[in-house]
């Protein structure tokens, strides 16, 4: 079955970096969407970022300019790169796997992992 291992997450100072890893299994990684999307306590689960199996990306305004986010196909992983982090980062980052054709949709996620941003 499908598969997504977030790792990377952690406690960090304000102004530091981050470097999440989303490890897929059970799937054609390749053909994927893959996304990072975060909750923080009281909120929606929001997108951060996705890039599409041809490798376009997009970003929520708030971290554009500082997360980039990238995908190794033959390691069959997409990753988060955070950089100047901010306070307002602190979430659970969860990893996504969307596709869609015609009718049916396959949609995975991770289990989430943790990132603190301390002041």
């Known amino acids: 079955q499908v598969q997504l291992a977030e790792s990377g997450g952690g406690l960090v100072q304000a102004g530091g970096s981050l470097r999440l890893s989303c490890a897929a299994s059970g799937m054609i990684f390749s053909i994927y969407t893959m996304g990072w999307y975060r909750q923080a306590p009281g909120k929606q689960r929001e997108l951060v970022a996705g890039i599409t199996s041809g490798g376009s990306t997009n970003y929520a305004a708030s971290v554009k300019g500082r997360f980039t986010i990238f995908r190794d196909n033959a390691k069959n992983t997409v990753y988060l790169q955070m950089n100047s982090l901010k306070p307002e980062d602190t979430a659970v980052y969860y990893c996504?796997?969307?596709?869609?054709?015609?009718?049916?949709?396959?949609?995975?996620w991770g289990q989430g992992t943790q990132v603190t941003v301390s002041s």
């Open positions: 996504n796997a969307d596709r869609s054709v015609g009718w049916q949709s396959y949609d995975y």
